[in-house]
């Protein structure tokens, strides 16, 4: 550990032999990102065991395509609430962005996270479950450790007053480096932890939800609305504190191709497996993903052919689907050329269900800050509804829950607008002994509420099939 330490400290000094007139120029605090390559060198397994010694930490993971970081602290936090939280980020991500300083080489075509965190499905005043998360929270993080096929990375980051010399920057350096390797891991296990009770989930609950479906297709028929996206959420109370390691463990696991993802702040954790990404950005091509429409798989070969061909001609999921596409294609023509899509949508199977999926390419025009473009975007359709307002009255008034960060966004991005957005769904969040699990499904004209309820029931299967 100590010769991994000197050769860094080493390599850093180098870097800044070259950098360091440019650094000490500055006349506003800067960023200096310092990239090492970590393979074999580390004392743990998987970074993932110290997310529970930082106040602030997100893990992300899409599996299939070998590709994960840890990100523990910050260095930088930007955190908003109300209407204008993604205009003030972009607004203060700007000051940074004018004096960032990194050792990545110029021939060096990877993409390295800057920016993580997520960001609220609406902003709102949080009840005592969301405390710990703003409206908006993105972090420049003190460590963030990247995992890319056979290539495994470690960025230090932290900010640089002034005028600050070359002794003192290497002394910073050595001291947060110092700090990761003195961190232990966490261990994951259930113990004898048991569930107590479950609320949100009798027959009460269900007649309910019925009802407040049945509402809703009447303010459907009057032409006011086209779409909606209502949600539930069950209340899981158990004997001891349960281990998110765990919960991660099983739920990645079981859903392989899905973005596996936990944010942690303070002693909530929020995480989930979810299926749809909203938009990933490299550079000034996008790539984004309208998910709505779905069906259970079948437990036979016929009857998951009999599904699958049911999602497909279904007129109550193509609607509930196009209104998705329309959205983003409306949304993105103010910002895109070279819009181009499949002229009909393909199938996304999970373990448990499956999706219409269109795949959605394009190329900005401009040097739009990934945050600007979420703004026109987000909420799509597929977790709110049409028109984008409308639903989101209706939302507040219906659902008696706030959504936090379910259905809200978990992601990443740099200054090269490079980046990727998933939407978070199949979630849930952990605090302490308790577990909050949500899930939605968007009602059209030709809804029927006991068909939605057992949407959502599938829907809820990723979190509580982890305590059966």
């Known amino acids: 550990m100590e010769d991994f330490l000197s050769s860094s400290i080493t390599t850093f000094t180098a870097f800044l032999s070259e950098k360091e007139k440019d650094i000490r120029n500055q006349v506003n605090p800067c960023i200096v990102s310092f990239i090492l390559d970590i393979k074999r060198v580390l004392y743990f397994d998987d970074p993932l065991e110290l997310i529970n010694s930082f106040d602030l930490s997100l ?22 609430n109300g209407s204008g939280r993604f205009v003030a980020t972009v607004k203060k991500i700007k000051e940074w962005q004018r004096s960032s300083f990194t050792n990545k080489p110029k021939d060096d075509a990877s993409s390295y996270p800057l920016f993580v965190g997520g960001a609220k499905f609406m902003t709102e005043h949080s009840d005592e479950n969301w405390k710990n998360f703003s409206d908006s929270t993105w972090f420049i993080p003190d460590f963030l450790i990247l995992s890319r096929k056979d290539e495994k990375k470690l960025l230090i980051n932290f900010t640089v007053q002034p005028g600050t010399t070359s002794i003192s920057l290497i002394k910073i350096f050595e001291t947060k480096l110092r700090i990761l390797l003195s961190v232990q891991p966490l261990e994951g296990n259930f113990n004898s932890t048991k569930l107590l009770c479950t609320t949100g989930n009798s027959p009460k609950d269900k007649k309910k939800w019925k009802q407040m479906i049945e509402t809703t297709l009447e303010i459907i028929k009057t032409g006011e609305l086209d779409k909606i996206v209502l949600s539930r959420k069950i209340d899981l109370l158990f004997s001891d504190e349960l281990n998110i390691l765990t919960l991660h463990s099983k739920l990645k696991n079981a859903y392989t191709n ?3 993802f936990i944010f942690k702040s303070g002693n909530s954790f929020f995480f989930g497996a979810s299926p749809e990404r909203l938009v990933k950005f490299n550079k000034d091509e996008l790539l984004l993903e309208a998910l709505a429409g779905s069906a259970p798989r079948g437990k036979t070969y016929d009857e998951e052919n009999y599904n699958t061909n049911e999602i497909l001609l279904n007129k109550k999921n193509i609607n509930e689907h196009n209104f998705v596409v329309e959205h983003i294609k409306n949304n993105c023509s103010k910002f895109v050329i070279n819009l181009t899509f499949d002229e009909h949508p393909s199938i996304k199977k999970l373990p448990n269900i499956q999706h219409l999926s269109t795949q959605i390419k394009c190329t900005l025009n401009d040097n739009v800050p990934p945050l600007t473009f979420i703004d026109k975007l987000f909420p799509t359709p597929a977790i709110c509804g049409v028109p984008t307002e409308r639903a989101l009255q209706l939302i507040k008034k219906y659902e008696n829950h706030q959504r936090g960060l379910y259905s809200g ?60």
């Open 59 to 80: 893990y992300y993971e899409k599996p299939e395509e070998q590709f994960s970081f840890t990100a523990l602290g910050s260095c930088i936090e930007i955190t908003e």
């Open 258 to 260: 899905c973005y596996n």
């Open 409 to 468: 966004l978990i992601g990443w991005f740099n200054f090269d607008n490079e980046g990727e957005f998933v939407i978070a769904i199949r979630s849930a969040l952990l605090i302490g002994k308790r577990i909050f699990a949500y899930a939605g499904c968007g009602i059209v004209q030709d809804s029927d509420p006991a068909t939605e309820f057992e949407e959502t029931e599938l829907k809820l299967k990723p979190i509580l099939s982890l305590f059966r």
